[in-house]
Protein backbone atom coordinates (compact mmCIF):
# COMPACT_ATOMS: atom_id res chain seq x y z
CA UNK A 1 0.00 0.00 0.00
CA UNK A 2 0.79 3.62 -0.55
CA UNK A 3 0.43 5.34 3.19
CA UNK A 4 0.42 9.44 2.97
CA UNK A 5 1.06 10.72 6.79
CA UNK A 6 -0.20 14.68 7.81
CA UNK A 7 1.78 15.14 10.73
CA UNK A 8 4.68 12.90 9.97
CA UNK A 9 6.87 14.10 12.28
CA UNK A 10 5.19 13.78 15.60
CA UNK A 11 5.54 10.77 17.88
CA UNK A 12 2.72 9.18 16.55
CA UNK A 13 3.60 10.26 12.76
CA UNK A 14 6.55 8.61 13.39
CA UNK A 15 5.64 5.58 14.55
CA UNK A 16 3.02 5.10 11.92
CA UNK A 17 6.46 5.47 9.61
CA UNK A 18 8.14 2.87 11.18
CA UNK A 19 6.01 0.14 11.33
CA UNK A 20 4.53 1.37 7.97
CA UNK A 21 7.92 0.42 6.40
CA UNK A 22 8.45 -2.37 8.99
CA UNK A 23 5.11 -4.00 7.37
CA UNK A 24 6.21 -3.51 3.52
CA UNK A 25 4.13 -0.48 2.40
CA UNK A 26 5.27 2.73 0.60
CA UNK A 27 4.97 6.09 3.23
CA UNK A 28 4.64 9.44 2.20
CA UNK A 29 5.15 11.89 4.75
CA UNK A 30 4.00 15.75 4.61
CA UNK A 31 6.00 17.92 6.34
CA UNK A 32 6.37 21.70 7.14
CA UNK A 33 9.88 21.94 6.77
CA UNK A 34 12.52 19.34 5.14
CA UNK A 35 14.42 19.97 8.10
CA UNK A 36 12.18 18.76 10.58
CA UNK A 37 11.73 15.02 8.55
CA UNK A 38 15.60 15.19 9.28
CA UNK A 39 15.12 12.35 11.26
CA UNK A 40 12.36 10.43 9.19
CA UNK A 41 13.12 6.44 8.70
CA UNK A 42 14.69 5.59 5.15
CA UNK A 43 12.84 4.99 2.28
CA UNK A 44 10.21 7.66 3.30
CA UNK A 45 9.16 10.25 0.67
CA UNK A 46 8.55 13.86 2.12
CA UNK A 47 6.80 16.20 0.68
CA UNK A 48 7.25 19.73 1.86
CA UNK A 49 3.99 21.42 2.56
CA UNK A 50 0.98 21.66 4.98
CA UNK A 51 -2.75 21.57 4.81
CA UNK A 52 -2.75 24.94 3.41
CA UNK A 53 -0.51 24.16 0.25
CA UNK A 54 -2.65 22.37 -2.11
CA UNK A 55 -0.23 21.55 -4.76
CA UNK A 56 1.99 19.69 -2.38
CA UNK A 57 -1.33 18.32 -1.22
CA UNK A 58 -1.69 16.91 -4.49
CA UNK A 59 1.57 15.43 -5.49
CA UNK A 60 1.31 13.78 -2.01
CA UNK A 61 -2.34 12.26 -1.91
CA UNK A 62 -2.21 11.13 -5.68
CA UNK A 63 -1.88 7.49 -5.74
CA UNK A 64 -2.30 6.79 -2.19
CA UNK A 65 -4.17 4.31 -1.22
CA UNK A 66 -5.14 6.38 2.63
CA UNK A 67 -3.91 9.69 4.27
CA UNK A 68 -3.75 9.14 7.88
CA UNK A 69 -4.32 12.64 9.46
CA UNK A 70 -2.82 12.58 12.48
CA UNK A 71 -1.01 16.58 13.24
CA UNK A 72 -1.89 18.07 16.56
CA UNK A 73 -3.99 21.03 17.20
CA UNK A 74 -2.19 24.53 17.60
CA UNK A 75 -1.03 25.60 21.09
CA UNK A 76 -1.58 29.58 19.73
CA UNK A 77 -5.07 28.60 17.37
CA UNK A 78 -6.41 25.83 18.63
CA UNK A 79 -9.65 27.48 17.13
CA UNK A 80 -8.11 26.59 13.64
CA UNK A 81 -7.81 22.94 14.51
CA UNK A 82 -11.51 21.85 12.54
CA UNK A 83 -10.88 24.13 9.63
CA UNK A 84 -7.41 22.48 9.24
CA UNK A 85 -9.26 18.70 9.39
CA UNK A 86 -11.62 20.29 7.15
CA UNK A 87 -8.97 21.55 4.32
CA UNK A 88 -7.20 18.33 4.37
CA UNK A 89 -10.36 16.23 3.91
CA UNK A 90 -11.49 18.57 0.91
CA UNK A 91 -7.90 18.00 -0.47
CA UNK A 92 -8.16 14.11 -0.08
CA UNK A 93 -11.66 14.00 -2.01
CA UNK A 94 -10.46 16.51 -4.79
CA UNK A 95 -6.72 14.37 -5.36
CA UNK A 96 -9.16 11.18 -5.34
CA UNK A 97 -7.80 9.83 -1.92
CA UNK A 98 -9.97 6.94 -1.72
CA UNK A 99 -9.48 6.96 2.53
CA UNK A 100 -8.64 9.54 5.63
CA UNK A 101 -7.44 7.81 8.73
CA UNK A 102 -7.98 10.27 11.21
CA UNK A 103 -7.05 11.28 14.82
CA UNK A 104 -8.72 13.53 17.31
CA UNK A 105 -8.48 14.04 20.92
CA UNK A 106 -10.28 12.25 23.39
CA UNK A 107 -11.79 15.16 25.64
CA UNK A 108 -15.11 14.68 24.44
CA UNK A 109 -15.43 11.07 25.13
CA UNK A 110 -18.04 9.88 27.70
CA UNK A 111 -16.56 8.34 30.73
CA UNK A 112 -18.51 5.30 32.10
CA UNK A 113 -19.71 7.85 35.05
CA UNK A 114 -21.84 9.53 32.05
CA UNK A 115 -19.77 13.04 32.23
CA UNK A 116 -17.32 13.99 29.26
CA UNK A 117 -13.70 13.76 30.29
CA UNK A 118 -13.05 17.26 29.42
CA UNK A 119 -15.10 17.88 32.53
CA UNK A 120 -13.30 16.13 34.72
CA UNK A 121 -11.87 17.51 38.13
CA UNK A 122 -8.44 16.77 36.31
CA UNK A 123 -9.14 20.26 33.57
CA UNK A 124 -9.03 23.09 34.66
CA UNK A 125 -10.73 26.26 33.34
CA UNK A 126 -7.68 27.07 31.04
CA UNK A 127 -7.16 23.42 29.78
CA UNK A 128 -11.01 22.93 29.52
CA UNK A 129 -11.38 25.44 27.39
CA UNK A 130 -8.54 24.47 24.78
CA UNK A 131 -9.95 21.16 24.74
CA UNK A 132 -13.68 21.89 24.42
CA UNK A 133 -12.61 23.89 21.35
CA UNK A 134 -10.57 21.24 19.81
CA UNK A 135 -13.01 19.21 20.58
CA UNK A 136 -15.25 20.97 17.73
CA UNK A 137 -12.96 19.02 15.13
CA UNK A 138 -15.26 16.12 15.68
CA UNK A 139 -17.96 18.10 13.70
CA UNK A 140 -15.18 18.66 10.27
CA UNK A 141 -15.51 14.69 10.13
CA UNK A 142 -19.23 14.21 10.99
CA UNK A 143 -19.87 17.05 8.53
CA UNK A 144 -17.92 14.84 5.43
CA UNK A 145 -21.01 12.39 3.54
CA UNK A 146 -18.94 11.52 0.46
CA UNK A 147 -15.43 10.40 2.09
CA UNK A 148 -14.72 7.30 3.06
CA UNK A 149 -12.82 8.16 6.60
CA UNK A 150 -12.90 6.75 10.02
CA UNK A 151 -11.22 8.51 13.14
CA UNK A 152 -9.50 7.54 15.58
CA UNK A 153 -9.88 8.78 19.58
CA UNK A 154 -7.12 7.78 21.75
CA UNK A 155 -7.06 6.30 25.31
CA UNK A 156 -6.95 9.48 28.10
CA UNK A 157 -3.36 8.92 28.16
CA UNK A 158 -0.34 8.88 25.96
CA UNK A 159 3.50 9.31 26.91
CA UNK A 160 6.52 8.86 24.84
CA UNK A 161 7.63 6.48 27.63
CA UNK A 162 5.20 4.49 27.79
CA UNK A 163 5.92 0.62 26.84
CA UNK A 164 4.35 -1.07 23.63
CA UNK A 165 2.15 -3.73 24.71
CA UNK A 166 1.49 -5.45 20.99
CA UNK A 167 -2.06 -5.33 21.86
CA UNK A 168 -5.11 -2.96 22.46
CA UNK A 169 -9.23 -2.79 22.52
CA UNK A 170 -11.31 -0.77 20.58
CA UNK A 171 -15.07 0.81 20.62
CA UNK A 172 -17.72 2.29 18.67
CA UNK A 173 -19.71 4.13 20.85
CA UNK A 174 -17.47 7.33 21.67
CA UNK A 175 -17.07 5.80 24.95
CA UNK A 176 -13.68 6.11 26.56
CA UNK A 177 -11.90 2.86 26.50
CA UNK A 178 -10.34 1.94 30.01
CA UNK A 179 -8.97 -0.89 32.17
CA UNK A 180 -11.53 -0.64 35.01
CA UNK A 181 -14.70 1.11 33.90
CA UNK A 182 -15.36 1.79 37.69
CA UNK A 183 -12.48 4.10 38.32
CA UNK A 184 -12.38 7.72 38.74
CA UNK A 185 -8.79 8.17 37.97
CA UNK A 186 -8.96 7.62 33.89
CA UNK A 187 -5.56 8.72 33.27
CA UNK A 188 -4.19 5.64 35.01
CA UNK A 189 -6.87 3.51 33.39
CA UNK A 190 -7.46 4.86 29.88
CA UNK A 191 -3.61 4.62 28.58
CA UNK A 192 -2.62 3.41 24.97
CA UNK A 193 1.01 3.61 23.45
CA UNK A 194 2.12 5.70 20.53
CA UNK A 195 3.05 2.44 18.60
CA UNK A 196 0.32 -0.07 19.42
CA UNK A 197 -2.09 3.23 18.62
CA UNK A 198 0.08 3.53 15.30
CA UNK A 199 -0.42 -0.37 14.76
CA UNK A 200 -4.13 0.12 15.26
CA UNK A 201 -4.22 2.51 12.72
CA UNK A 202 -2.34 0.93 9.87
CA UNK A 203 -4.42 -2.33 10.75
CA UNK A 204 -7.34 -0.66 9.91
CA UNK A 205 -5.42 1.02 7.00
CA UNK A 206 -5.19 -2.84 5.50
CA UNK A 207 -8.04 -4.48 6.31
CA UNK A 208 -10.81 -1.67 6.46
CA UNK A 209 -13.14 -2.47 9.27
CA UNK A 210 -15.11 0.93 9.75
CA UNK A 211 -16.81 3.65 8.34
CA UNK A 212 -17.76 7.23 9.36
CA UNK A 213 -16.96 6.54 12.87
CA UNK A 214 -14.78 7.59 15.59
CA UNK A 215 -12.79 4.54 17.04
CA UNK A 216 -11.92 4.97 20.50
CA UNK A 217 -8.94 3.27 21.60
CA UNK A 218 -7.36 2.03 24.85
CA UNK A 219 -6.18 -0.89 26.73
Same mark, same amino acid.
Given at each position: ????????????????????????????????????????????????????????????????? $????????? *???????????????????????????????????????????????????????????????????????? *????????????????????????????? *???????????????????????? $????????????????????
Amino acid at each position: MILTVMGATGNLGRKLLEQGIARGHTMRAVSRTISAASGLPAGVEVFEGSDATPAVLKAAFTGTD $AVLIVFPPS *LAKPGDYPNQIARVLAAAKEFGAPRVIGLVGSAGTMTAKGIALVDTDFFGETTRHFYQGVHHAWDSYRAEKE *LDWVCFVPAARMQTHMPDRGEYRTRTDEQ *LVTVDDSSWQFFDTSQISYGDLAK $AMLVEAEQPKHRWVFVTTGY
